[in-house]
Structure formats: C-alpha cells, structure tokens
C-alpha cells in the first residue's frame, strides 16, 4: 500500500512538472494562448471548444492560467523548501552538537517562530517583503526552518552520545568530521517526509498569500489570486473560474502527501527490518 501511495503521488507530481515545462513553451511558441491576455474573448464565457475551461471577468483563458500557475507553484515551494533545507539542517546539526549557549540561543529562536500559526507568520512575512516570487518563496522558507532544526537538532543531540562518537572524538577526530562522517547520514532519515509534507502545506499556504493579496505580483498567474476574484462571480452561478484552480491545487497537495506518506511507511518498515 505504501508503495502504491508513493507511485500514485510520484505520478501526480510528474504531471505537474512537465505541464510547468512545456505550457510556458506552448504560449511562447503561440500554439496556445497566453493566459494573461483576454481582450479579444468574452467575459465569464462557459466552458466550450473555444475555451475548454471558460473564460474569467478579463477574458482571460482559465485553462490556460490554471496550467500556467502550475509551474509558478512548483517554483515558489521548490525554492522555499531548499532554503528551509539549507538553513534548518545546518543550524539543527550545530545546535545538538555544540549544545551550550548556542543550543539555547538556537531553541529558544526556533521554539518562538514554531509556536506563530503558519498562515500568521508567512503573512506576515510576505507583508514586510512584499510580493514577488523570491519574496514568496522567502516567506514560506522562514515559516519551515524551525520543523527541520528541530528534527535534525534533537536527533543530533540523541545520536551524539553514541559510544562510536565518543570513540572518535576521544580520538581526535574534529567537529565537522564527525558530523560529516556520522552525524549527518543518521539524522537524514525523516527530512525527506518532512519536505514532501512541508511541499505540500507550502501549496496551500502560497494559495492562501495569493488569494489575501499577499503573494505574487496580478502579472503572474497564481491559484490563490485566481480563487479570490472567482469568489465575486461564484454566486451567480459562474463556477469554472473557481473550479478549475482550486481542483488543480487539491491534486497538487494530494499528489505530495502521497510522497510524503508512501516514504514515511516505507522508511518505518525499513526501520522494524533492520
């Protein structure tokens, strides 16, 4: 079962990518029509031949803006997961090792930022850094930085007493040698749930920035964005310019809980093996 999760989510998030790849090559080489242009269309039209997924209050092709989005998406969270990775495995592995001053300083930095609801704090980060695709992705960075120090910090300060680590410090061995030698490849072992999982939460909080106002600029594409200009329309009975984007960030997130649940019970079986 967990493998099938795995796979159904692995195929889910391909999807995802090749779309992001190949939608941007198809409006530039203008087989399709650019999303963010309109004027020749009609507004709130239905969904047709012409128009497979309708059309919004500008004209603008919502298939075509939902698909587009799918790559910005994927860019923001992919940035912001790598800078969390970057940051909070460093500083975790630091802080369980060298304990002391640091460790506090450190934990009581981290333990602060955990507590902030997760909506609360990237709203507040991207209000202070404004809208953007780097500012974005920024913002969600700082909100995931504390799960993986946390996790990484006490699975360092665990494995640190380990009586094979005791040996090669005794030997001389230096700080960074032993965390490179042994501290690292014993602490990895849950970071990838924890980032496929934290993809995921990233896909609806991006939303959530998008549809406050707060996250990428009106010239980009963007499901929350698109989901909050829907809500105007959507009682008179205009729900494709709804529908479309926020099924399309539904499979999303559901594509990367599946990696993320797949690999959990996967390394939690590897795990009673061994």
Not at 114 to 121: A, D, F, K
Not at 179 to 201: F, G, H, Q
Not at 214 to 235: F, H, K, Q, T, Y
């Amino acid at each position: 079962m967990s493998t099938r999760l795995f796979f159904a989510g692995l195929i889910i998030l391909s999807i995802y990518i090749c779309i992001s790849i190949f939608i941007p090559l198809l409006i530039s080489l203008k087989i399709v029509p650019n999303g963010e242009f309109g004027l020749g269309n009609p507004i709130f039209s239905a969904p047709s031949i012409d128009h497979w997924c309708g059309t919004d209050r500008l004209g603008r092709d919502v298939c075509i803006r939902t698909l587009a989005a799918s790559g910005i998406a994927l860019q923001v969270v992919f940035v912001a997961v790598s800078l969390a990775v970057l940051v909070g495995i460093p500083l975790g592995l630091l802080s369980g090792y060298i304990g002391g001053l640091l460790d506090r300083v450190l934990v009581l930095l981290m333990d602060t930022l955990y507590t902030i609801p997760v909506l609360l704090l990237s709203v507040v980060m991207a209000f202070l850094l404004g809208r953007g695709i780097l500012n974005a992705s920024i913002a969600l960075c700082v909100v995931y930085i504390p799960q993986y120090f946390r996790l990484v910090r006490n699975q360092t300060a665990q494995v640190k007493s380990e009586l094979y680590i005791e040996a090669a410090i005794s030997m001389g061995a230096s700080p960074l040698w032993v965390i490179r030698k042994y501290l690292l490849k014993n602490v990895l072992t849950s970071v990838p749930v924890v980032l496929t999982l934290n993809a995921a939460d990233a896909v609806l909080v991006l939303g959530g920035l998008g549809f406050l106002g707060l996250g990428l600029p009106e010239n980009i594409p963007e499901w929350g964005s698109d989901l909050n200009m829907a809500l105007v329309a959507l009682p008179t009975g205009i729900w494709w310019t709804a529908i479309y984007p926020g099924m399309a960030m539904f499979v999303l997130v559901l594509g990367l809980s599946f990696i993320g649940e797949g690999l959990e019970k996967v390394i939690s079986e590897t795990s009673l093996q061994n």
